[in-house]
Each structure stands twice: as structure tokens, then as C-alpha cells.
């Protein structure tokens, strides 16, 4: 039976992808590569790092990786001073059903920790959460398990014993790289992404079967 669940954060927990896609699409317009947003979806669950070393690598940008890091976040700030931190509908009576249910509850996000704490806290939500797991923390990104083995380990459960919410296709690798159950969350908002890796996929939070999660073997 399954004893704990790892939640992915951006486009899972908080709605914030169209903050990442948006950002670094005007910042290659603006560095003079007219990139669409689709060429995007392929760092979505990602560190910072590795998303704009890999950029800069193919693209060869003249500036450091860091510069682009502290553009990026500066523009994501203004659409989170804009939008506010907006959840994924339903996701929250999800959390609070299987922490009332003895499940243990874990984020592990490719995000800096800084922006799950904050993200966690302005929802109302870091309360039901044992542990909050960042991409800073472990030595690889997603699609490598990394983050998902801590996450596993500080809850102190075998990974068969644990099960991811994720959206995108390099989490739902590092999930399964992990040994661990994979729910897909396609999110109807933003285009489809590869998650064949999920053991299954949702569309809306409210599909969560929590009493079936605990039956899981």
C-alpha cells in the first residue's frame, strides 16, 4: 500500500508554467532568436540552470547563465505581482483529503526552495506538507530521479511505497527512473505534453480517488 505522495509544484500545485514559457520567449526575442513557445515545453520541469545552460549552449547567448536566471525571475515577478500565485483548481481539497487520509506529504520541485516555501504559504497549504524538496538540493534535474529519491528518503519510505503527481514529461521520467507510481496531470489550459511515462493521466484534480490511492500496490 501506498504510504506517501510527492507532489510535483509548477502546473500541479501552482499555476505558474505560463510564467517560465512567457519570460524566456521575450528574452530570446529580445536577444534576437525568434523562438515559438513550443521550444519551451522541453525544459518544463527543469532547474534554472540546466534550462538556460542548455539554451545557451545551442543558442550560443552572449550572456551568463546567471544573467538570464535573474532576467527571467525578474519578469516572472511582475506577472506573479500581476496574477498573484494562482493554484490549479481543485488541487488543494486533494492535499488536504490525503493528509486527512495518513498520507505523507512531500514537494519536490525543480524550483529554488525560496519559491516553494513562498508558493506553499500564499496557498495555504504548507501545512499539510511534511517536507519541501527543491532541484537546488540534489545533484541532478529532472529527468533523473534525483529529487524524488530525497523526497522519498526525508519521508523515510521505500520509493515502491510512494506515489508522484507530475505534468510534464521530464518529471514523469524522474518519477518512474525513481521506481515510483506516476498520475499524469494534463492540464486542459496548456498544450499536451508527452507523459507516457504516467502509469495514468488526469485532467482535472477531481478525479482523485483517494481511498483507491491507499489500494495501490
Given at each position: 500500500m ?5 507532489f510535483d509544484?509548477d ?6 508554467e505560463?510564467?517560465?514559457l512567457?519570460s524566456k520567449?521575450a528574452?530570446?526575442k529580445?536577444?534576437g ?6 521550444y519551451?515545453?522541453q525544459f518544463m ?10 539554451m ?5 547567448l552572449?550572456l551568463s547563465?546567471?544573467?538570464y536566471?535573474?532576467e527571467?525571475?525578474?519578469?516572472r515577478e511582475?506577472?506573479i ?5 494562482k493554484?490549479?483548481?481543485h488541487?488543494?481539497e486533494?492535499?488536504k483529503k490525503?493528509s486527512e487520509?495518513?498520507f505523507?506529504?512531500a514537494?519536490?520541485s525543480?524550483?529554488?526552495?525560496a519559491?516553494i ?9 504548507k501545512?499539510?506538507?511534511d517536507?519541501?524538496v527543491s532541484?537546488?538540493?540534489?545533484a541532478?534535474s ?8 530525497k523526497?522519498?528518503e526525508l519521508l523515510?519510505v ?7 503527481f507530475e505534468?510534464?514529461?521530464n ?8 521506481e ?7 492540464n486542459p489550459?496548456?498544450p499536451?505534453?508527452d ?10 484534480f477531481r478525479e482523485?480517488d483517494?481511498?483507491r490511492?491507499k489500494?495501490?500496490?
Amino acid at each position: 500500500m501506498k504510504q506517501a505522495v510527492i507532489f510535483d509544484m509548477d502546473g500541479v500545485l501552482v499555476d505558474s508554467e505560463y510564467t517560465f514559457l512567457e519570460s524566456k520567449t521575450a528574452l530570446l526575442k529580445d536577444a534576437g532568436f525568434e523562438k515559438d513557445i513550443s521550444y519551451q515545453y522541453q525544459f518544463m520541469g527543469t532547474t534554472f540552470e540546466f534550462m538556460w545552460t542548455k539554451m545557451k549552449e545551442e543558442l550560443g547567448l552572449p550572456l551568463s547563465v546567471d544573467a538570464y536566471i535573474q532576467e527571467m525571475n525578474a519578469r516572472r515577478e511582475e506577472m506573479i505581482e500581476r496574477d498573484g500565485i494562482k493554484e490549479i483548481p481543485h488541487v488543494k481539497e486533494v492535499v488536504k483529503k490525503l493528509s486527512e487520509a495518513g498520507f505523507k506529504l512531500a514537494v519536490a520541485s525543480s524550483s529554488p526552495k525560496a519559491e516553494i516555501e513562498r508558493a506553499m504559504s500564499a496557498l495555504g497549504i504548507k501545512k499539510y506538507f511534511d517536507i519541501l524538496v527543491s532541484g537546488e538540493e540534489v545533484a541532478h534535474s529532472k529527468p533523473a530521479p534525483d529529487v524524488f529519491l530525497k523526497a522519498a528518503e526525508l519521508l523515510k519510505v521505500s520509493p515502491e511505497d510512494a506515489l508522484v503527481f507530475e505534468d510534464t514529461k521530464n518529471g514523469s521520467r524522474a518519477a518512474k527512473a525513481a521506481e515510483m507510481y506516476c498520475i499524469g496531470f494534463e492540464n486542459p489550459v496548456y498544450p499536451a505534453q508527452d507523459l507516457t511515462a504516467a502509469d495514468e493521466i488526469i485532467h482535472d484534480f477531481r478525479e482523485v480517488d483517494v481511498k483507491r490511492l491507499k489500494q495501490l500496490s
